[in-house]
């Protein structure tokens, strides 16, 4: 054991427009937190100010964990490194025929541009069958022509995509081996490495992205990673992957598109892990910023993941990621009148340059933030960072921009942005849930981001979810996913045999490779660990059908019939249907290898000196705040010395460092032993 060894680490997760940060001292239970502004020319800049910020002396820190949105802003706003691609002859246009969809459904609207464009793709003799069989020997001086001709055009990273190469990737890795002896640099992405899967369109574009977005990746790491040396930081750097595990700076720019999405995913399994210690695995993530709304499910603490997400029109990125889905409300969304005298909110948002009118900041436009404003939920004097705003400008604005318009009050007129906002949100709610085959109902919502716990009483009691869970520090949630997140990797492997006609033990076979690769990466991982877990499901159809169906399986060695009754099951409570007179097939073969961390503790993430005795210690105040139609007074409290204990009747308005969380009338908030917040809708506890 490493006598150096403190046990302190550091979160940093890089948002739009904050980086945050939170410090973890186990032995000590010391907690520093931070957040500083962005830095979007060069996000290290913004880390190492983070780091300042908290004060963290970097040759004591043990361990660093990174979510970044490097990759993930480089493929939306295409600020991409130019990319060739050498494939197969006959398909240097599968980029663009993709699924034959069209970006609007409707109309001859919309735009699509490749992200390798044409001229950048170039067709090499060679072709392997479904089957793995090799039909055209791969041309090797037309590898090496192609190669030359992209250097010449100025390319910095190639992929190389050959068609059934998830079946034999041999070419695709005699193409690699012939490249590197005149690529000037490692940027050399081989499809199948990627992903090992059918499907020939997802799979090279994932593979493009993965290559697009490499060279990015690999230069921002080295920066980061060299200003923490100099700093006094000896070890090593891990970075959150989209599918909520993490791994080594060292090597996780070879499978950067799984980067991707990092952010939200780390706020997902912060959620999973405060949950389980909560006793409430079964979670939907809300997750309200400035700009929109991120949500997620969680069943039994393990958040759904899916190899199916696509960033933008014909952009599937099919490595396992975090399923979280976005919508275009957040407490900066624009409330308006449209021309046909409807009330609007979002998705267009203020930003956090200018910001909502209550920000200080120069905002003209009414948002939902302003409206809890008026609603009195909000408390003037904590937003207004640079400078007081009175209440009564923000009151102007709405009178003259929608009430007037809309023949409301002011008070109306706020109640109704929220109750729209709400509306929209619930929606995107209830739509994850039941696209994934689950009742809302039967879960807890969980409450984060800045926004979050301010409208989550109201979601929860429109969906009818019975509990809401307001972790400590719902602001800083995605850097505390960091510390917590475990090591992962994930593994595909496409079959795509009909169940009856699959050997026997052929699909164990393939799970212990996967495992055993999974073992040997985190094998080389210097990070210590209390175990491992191993996940491991399947894709399924019925003959005849093209989408796919996730099966979990309760081990690696399931015979044909249980998989069959396994795959059945998944799918009538599904889809609620039973068809079982066609033939089962398994397409594709899943492992998840965990390297699971020690277990933290969360309830420190609050000072525990600066709590108080009593509630009436921890009251700040009383202000009127508006409930469903009426004002209402509510005590305010500062959340920081709140008993660990309590239990609150609403209404209740609890502020702190980096959010509100309101308590609604007949709602009861109780305090667990970890810091968080429990609200019970409508006055009933639902224990676990």
Not at 177 to 194: C, F, K, R, S, V
Not at 610 to 618: F, I, L, P, Y
Request: hydrophobic share 45%; proline share 6%; aromatic share 4%.
């Amino acid at each position: 054991m490493d006598k150096r060894k403190t046990g302190q680490m550091a979160g940093i997760d890089v948002g739009g427009t904050f980086t945050d940060l939170v410090q973890l001292d186990p032995k000590t239970g010391t907690v520093r937190l931070a957040k500083v502004p962005s830095t979007t020319d060069n996000q290290a800049h913004g880390v190492i100010e983070a780091l300042a910020a908290a004060d963290c002396d970097l040759g004591t820190l043990d361990l660093i964990v990174h979510g970044t949105t490097t990759t993930t802003n480089a493929v939306l706003e295409r600020k991409l490194s130019r990319t060739g691609m050498i494939t197969t002859a006959g398909f240097r246009d599968v980029l663009e025929l993709g699924r034959r969809t069209r970006p609007q459904p409707y109309g001859m609207t919309g735009q699509f541009t490749p992200i390798i464009p044409r001229d950048l793709r170039l067709e090499v003799p060679e072709r392997v069958d479904a089957a793995g069989a090799v039909v055209t020997p791969l041309d090797e001086a037309a590898v090496l022509a192609a190669g030359q001709q992209l250097l010449d055009q100025g390319c910095i990273s190639v992929v190389v995509h050959f068609l059934h190469a998830y079946a034999n990737p041999d070419h695709e890795r005699h193409a690699a081996e012939i490249l590197a002896t005149i690529w000037p640099n490692d940027h050399i992405t081989m499809g199948h490495a990627i992903l090992s899967e059918s499907r020939e369109f997802e799979r090279g574009v994932t593979a493009a992205v993965n290559a697009s977005v490499q060279p990015i990746l690999a230069r921002y790491l080295t920066r980061l990673t060299n200003e923490l040396a100099a700093g006094g930081y000896a070890r090593d750097v891990l970075v959150m992957n989209g599918n909520g595990g993490m791994v080594s700076a060292r090597t996780v720019a070879r499978e950067a598109a799984k980067t991707v999405m990092s952010g939200p995913a780390s706020g997902v399994m912060a959620a999973a892990y405060t949950g389980r210690l909560a006793g409430m695995e079964n979670l939907i993530t809300y997750d309200m910023g400035g700009t929109s709304t991120d949500v997620a499910l969680i069943r039994g603490a393990e958040p759904a993941v899916s190899n199916e997400i696509e960033i933008e029109y014909a952009m599937p990125i099919h490595v396992p990621m975090v399923d979280v889905r976005t919508v275009g409300a957040g407490g900066g969304s624009i409330a308006r009148v449209n021309a046909a005298g409807l009330l609007e909110v979002g998705p267009e948002s203020a930003g956090a340059q200018p910001g909502p009118i209550c920000y200080g900041r120069g905002g003209k436009e009414p948002t939902i933030s302003d409206a809890n404003l008026i609603l009195g939920r909000l408390n003037p004097a904590q937003l207004a960072k640079t400078g007081a705003i009175a209440p009564d400008a923000v009151a102007r604005v709405f009178a003259a921009r929608l009430g007037d318009p809309l023949g409301l009050d002011v008070t109306a007129a706020a109640e109704a942005v929220i109750r729209i906002a709400n509306t929209k949100m619930a929606g995107a709610i209830r739509m994850v849930s039941l696209s994934l085959g689950a009742d809302p109902r039967d879960f807890a919502l969980f409450a984060f981001g800045g926004a979050g716990p301010l409208h989550a009483a109201a979601l929860a009691r429109e969906l009818g979810l019975p509990r809401v869970l307001v972790p400590a520090r719902p602001g800083i949630t995605n850097a505390i996913g960091c510390v917590v997140a475990d090591l992962r990797h994930d593994f595909v492997r496409t079959l795509n045999t009909p169940l009856d006609a699959l050997p026997k033990g052929a699909l164990a076979e393939v799970f212990a490779t996967q495992a055993a690769e999974g073992d040997r990466l985190i094998d080389r991982e210097t990070i210590d660990l209390s175990g491992r877990r191993y996940l491991y499901s399947v894709d399924m159809q019925f003959i005849g059908q093209t989408h796919l169906l996730r099966v979990d399986l309760p081990g690696p060695s399931v015979d044909n019939a249980t998989l069959h009754a396994l795959f059945e099951a998944a799918y009538f409570n599904r889809f609620r249907v039973r068809l079982a007179d066609i033939r089962a097939n398994l397409v594709n073969a899943n492992c998840s290898v965990i390297g699971a961390r020690a277990p933290l503790d969360l309830s420190t993430l609050i000072d525990p000196t600066s709590r108080r005795a009593t509630m009436q210690e921890a009251e700040t105040g009383r202000r009127q705040v508006y409930f469903d139609a009426a004002w209402h007074e509510a005590p305010i409290y500062w959340r920081d010395h709140l008993p660990l204990a309590f239990q609150m009747p609403g209404p209740a308005v609890i502020e702190q460092m980096d959010t509100t969380t309101l308590i609604e009338p007949g709602d009861v908030a109780t305090g667990d032993a970890h810091g968080n917040i429990i609200i019970h809708i409508g006055g009933q506890r639902h224990d676990a």
